[in-house]
C-alpha cells in the first residue's frame, strides 16, 4: 500500500515547502525585530532555494537563463557614438580595469547575480574601499537567501542585515548575524561618495525585480507556479515509491492437497517440518520453470485430476494475473507541470528537448525552432544584464575610469547559431554594440540594436 497523499506532489501538500523549516524565534517575537521578514516565518528564500534544488526542470531554467545572459563574460569597451547608433571603437586593455575583474572573479559573479535574480527575484553586491575609501578594490556577490532588510525608517532601507543561520537566529543581539549599510538605490554613486567619506568602507547595493506592494523583496516569475512545481517535484516521488513497491505478480499457482497424497503416497507419515520442505522444493521448481526471459512461451503438463463440487480440476492450477500497471503513468502531468513552468520563466523548452509539437517530448521542428529560441533568451535577459552594468558603472566611476578612458561601457559578447547556408555554423555577436568596420553585404548593420551603454542585444 502506497499513501499517496504522502507525496510532496500530492494535493494535501500543495502550499508547503521542499522541506518544512522552522525558526527559534517564536512567531510574535519576530515582528519586533528591526529586520523586515522574509515569508512569514523569514525562511522563505531557504524554503524556495530547496525547492529550486528539488525541481530539475526549475534548476535547469534558472541555470540556463543564466548562461544565456552571461554570454561569453563581460569585456570592457570603448562605446563610439554616431548619431543615434552606437559602436565599439576598441576593447579596452587597461592592466587595472583588467586585473579587478580577474581578481574579483567578475564573471563568477555576475553568473550568480543572474542566478539569483532569476531564482529568487533579488539580487546583493557588496563593496569594499581602500584604506583611504578613495577606490574600490573589491566587490563580491552576497548571497541573497541570507540577507533581510532593515525596516523603513523615514521611507529609507538603511542596511542589511546577514546571516547564513536565519533558523537559528535568537533575537536582535544575536553574534550569527551582522550589518552592512545600503546604498540609495535610486543614486548608488552620490550615497558612496557620501558614506565613503564618512569613513564607510563597506557597502551593500541591492536591485530587484519591480513589482506591486513588495517595499522590500520581489517574488520570481516561477513562484506563480508554485502548484505545478509541487507537482514536478511530487511526480518523480510518486514513480519512484511506485518502482520501490510495486508487487508485479506474472501467475497464482494453486496447488491443491490431493496432489501432495497422489505424489508422496507416505505423504500423511511426514510430519510437519518435512512436508514443509517438500512444499518449498516444489514452488522452487515451479518458479524456476515459469520466471525469467528464457522461460517465456514455454508449455507447461500437469498430469491427474480431482473432481470438487462436480467440477474437474487439475491437481495444479496455474492462471495467469493481468499486469494493470499504466506504460507512462503521471508522465503527461509531468510534461504539463514542465511547460506551466517553462511558461511562466519565459522560456522555451524547445532548447533542452522539450518540445512537444509532435507527442511527449518530441519536436517535429528542425534546428531553427532551437535557434530562434536561444536568440530570444539572450535578447529577454537584457533586463539582467542592465543590473549587473549598474555594478560596473558604480564601480567604473567611483574608480575613475569613465575620465581615464571616456566612452568606457562593460558588454556582453554572445555567439548564437546560424543556419549552414550563411557558411558557418556560429557567429559572435556583442549585446549592446558592434565594431563599427563589420559590415553587411549591403552595406548595413548587421547588429543595430545596441541599447544604452552597450548592454542593448543586437544579435540579428
Not at 161 to 184: C, M, T
Not at 429 to 436: A, S
Request: net charge negative.
Amino acid at each position: 500500500f502506497i499513501d499517496m497523499a504522502a507525496a510532496p506532489g500530492s494535493s494535501a501538500n500543495f502550499g508547503s515547502p521542499a522541506r518544512e523549516m522552522k525558526s527559534v524565534m517564536p512567531p510574535e517575537v519576530m515582528e519586533y525585530m528591526p529586520w523586515a521578514l522574509w515569508g512569514a516565518n523569514n525562511l522563505l528564500p531557504q524554503q524556495m532555494m530547496k525547492d529550486i534544488e528539488t525541481c530539475g526542470i526549475l534548476n535547469t531554467i534558472i541555470d540556463g537563463g543564466a548562461r544565456f545572459g552571461l554570454g561569453e563574460g563581460l569585456a570592457p569597451v570603448i562605446i563610439k557614438t554616431d548619431g543615434g547608433k552606437k559602436t565599439i571603437e576598441k576593447y579596452v586593455d587597461d592592466a587595472e580595469i583588467l586585473e579587478a575583474l580577474e581578481n574579483n572573479s567578475a564573471n563568477e559573479q555576475n553568473f550568480a547575480w543572474m542566478k539569483d535574480l532569476l531564482g529568487m527575484g533579488n539580487g546583493m553586491c557588496r563593496f569594499m574601499l581602500n584604506g583611504d575609501r578613495t577606490k574600490i578594490v573589491q566587490w563580491k556577490r552576497d548571497d541573497i537567501s541570507e540577507c533581510r532588510f532593515s525596516k523603513k525608517k523615514n521611507g529609507k532601507i538603511s542596511t542589511v542585515y546577514h546571516s547564513a543561520e536565519w533558523e537559528y537566529v535568537a533575537g536582535e543581539k544575536d553574534n550569527r548575524i551582522f550589518q552592512i549599510p545600503l546604498l540609495n538605490d535610486h543614486n548608488p554613486l552620490e550615497d558612496l561618495r557620501e558614506k565613503a567619506a564618512r569613513g564607510v568602507a563597506e557597502h551593500n547595493l541591492s536591485f530587484r525585480y519591480p513589482g506591486w506592494g513588495k517595499h522590500y523583496y520581489s517574488m520570481p516569475l516561477w513562484y506563480a507556479q508554485y502548484k505545478w512545481v509541487k507537482i514536478a517535484q511530487g511526480i518523480p516521488e510518486m514513480k519512484a515509491a511506485l518502482y520501490e513497491n510495486n508487487i508485479r505478480l506474472k501467475y497464482m499457482v494453486i496447488i491443491y492437497d490431493k496432489y501432495w497424497q497422489y505424489a508422496f503416497e507416505n505423504w500423511e507419515d511426514l510430519d510437519e517440518s518435512e512436508k514443509e520442505a517438500e512444499r518449498n522444493k516444489l514452488y522452487d521448481e515451479i518458479d524456476s520453470f515459469l520466471t525469467g526471459s528464457k522461460n517465456a512461451y514455454k508449455s507447461i503438463y500437469v498430469d491427474g485430476s480431482i473432481t470438487i463440487d462436480g467440477k474437474t480440476l487439475q491437481y495444479i492450477d496455474i492462471k495467469p494475473i493481468e499486469d494493470t500497471t499504466k506504460n507512462g503513468e503521471l508522465l503527461p502531468d509531468s510534461a504539463a507541470a514542465n511547460s506551466e513552468i517553462a511558461f511562466a520563466m519565459l522560456f522555451n523548452l524547445a532548447i533542452v528537448g522539450g518540445n512537444q509539437a509532435s507527442g511527449l517530448y518530441e519536436s517535429s521542428q528542425g534546428g531553427s525552432n532551437v535557434r530562434e529560441s536561444i536568440l530570444m533568451q539572450i535578447i529577454i535577459r537584457e533586463l539582467e544584464r542592465m543590473y549587473i552594468r549598474k555594478i560596473y558603472n558604480v564601480i567604473k566611476r567611483f574608480n575613475g575610469w569613465d575620465k581615464k578612458y571616456p566612452g568606457l561601457e562593460f558588454i556582453i559578447p554572445a555567439t548564437i547559431l546560424t543556419t549552414l547556408d550563411t557558411g558557418s555554423g556560429s557567429k559572435p555577436v556583442n549585446t549592446g554594440g558592434i565594431n563599427n568596420k563589420e559590415k553587411q553585404n549591403d552595406g548595413t548593420d548587421p547588429n543595430s540594436r545596441g541599447g544604452e551603454g552597450g548592454t542593448g542585444q543586437g544579435a540579428q
